[in-house]
Nanobody, 128 residues
C-alpha cells in the first residue's frame, strides 16, 4: 500500500519556524521525487518545493526561497520541509506528493497533475 504521511504542522507566530515531515512507503523511493504543495482557503493548490532524493536536486517557488529548505533522509524514506521566517500568507494545508523523477522536473515539478501519490495534508497556521 502506497502511503505518504505528513506531520509537523501546527500554529506558530509570524517569524517562527516549523519543520514538516513526509514519510513515504509502499513504492520505490529512489524512482520518485517528492514535492510539497499547499492550499490556502479559497485558493488553488500551489507547488512550494520539490526534491529528487536520488541526486539532491531541489526546486522552490519564488515566494519561499531563502526561507524554506527541503531535504531528505533516504534511509528513512522521509522528506522534510524546514520553514523559517514564517508569514501569515504561508497559512495553508501542506501536502507532500510523489512524482516520477524521470520527468523533466525543472519544468513540471509545480504541476500537481504530474504527481502519482498524495498525502492527506497537515495544517500550518501562522498568526500575525
Amino acid at each position: 500500500e502506497v502511503r505518504l504521511v505528513e506531520s509537523g504542522g501546527g500554529l506558530v507566530q509570524a517569524g517562527g519556524s516549523l519543520r514538516l515531515s513526509c514519510a513515504a512507503s509502499g513504492f520505490t523511493f529512489d524512482d520518485y521525487a517528492i514535492g510539497w504543495f499547499r492550499q490556502a482557503p479559497g485558493k488553488e493548490r500551489e507547488g512550494v518545493s520539490c526534491i529528487s532524493p536520488s541526486d539532491g536536486t531541489t526546486y522552490y517557488v519564488d515566494s519561499v526561497k531563502g526561507r524554506f529548505t527541503i531535504s531528505s533522509d533516504n534511509a528513512k524514506h522521509t522528506v522534510y520541509l524546514q520553514m523559517n521566517s514564517l508569514k501569515p500568507e504561508d497559512t495553508a494545508v501542506y501536502y507532500c506528493a510523489a512524482v516520477p523523477r524521470g520527468l523533466p522536473l525543472h519544468k513540471l515539478w509545480v504541476l500537481e497533475s504530474q504527481y502519482d501519490y498524495w498525502g492527506q495534508g497537515t495544517q500550518v497556521t501562522v498568526s500575525s
